[in-house]
């Protein structure tokens, strides 16, 4: 049986505000929870600063996990907004050049956040196929 690893705290990365972790491992793949820009209630810039500060934040809580942004399979990403869009997308694309993962993108009214971003990735050693 696959062990199950769960990642509480990545470095760098605003705590969790509840009783779940940032992360869990298991069967080869890595499931994030939710990631934001910062703390709750905490501003850091525009709209662009926000994705890439989210972004960043999901790639330290893969690397803790043993994986990377690009050993993302699966992405989701909640805007508060349509008008998010654009720019959510010309950052996405800085982040992701060679590698594009699945991705479902929504617009959904959030708790004091601007954008959330989870992803399902694989952990090990390897590559694309």
């Not at 605003?14 to 779940?20: D, I, L, R, T």
């Not at 803790?64 to 050993?71: H, K, P, V």
């Not at 989701?76 to 349509?82: D, R, T």
Request: glycine share 12%; with cysteine; charged share 15%.
């Amino acid at each position: 049986m696959t062990p199950i690893r769960r990642y509480a705290t990545a470095p760098g990365v605003p705590a969790a505000v509840g009783p779940y972790v940032q992360a869990t491992s298991a069967g080869g793949f890595v499931f994030t929870t939710g990631q934001i820009p910062a703390a709750p209630g905490q501003e850091i810039g525009t709209f662009a600063d926000e994705v890439r500060a989210t972004l960043t934040h999901l790639a330290a809580v893969l690397a803790e996990a043993g994986s990377g942004l690009d050993r993302i399979v699966k992405l989701n990403a909640f805007l508060g907004s349509p008008e998010q869009l654009d720019v959510y997308n010309q950052v996405y694309e800085t982040f992701f050049t060679d590698h594009r993962p699945a991705r479902t993108t929504v617009c959904v009214g959030l708790w004091g956040v601007a954008l959330e971003i989870d992803c399902i990735a694989v952990t090990g050693p390897g590559g694309d196929a």
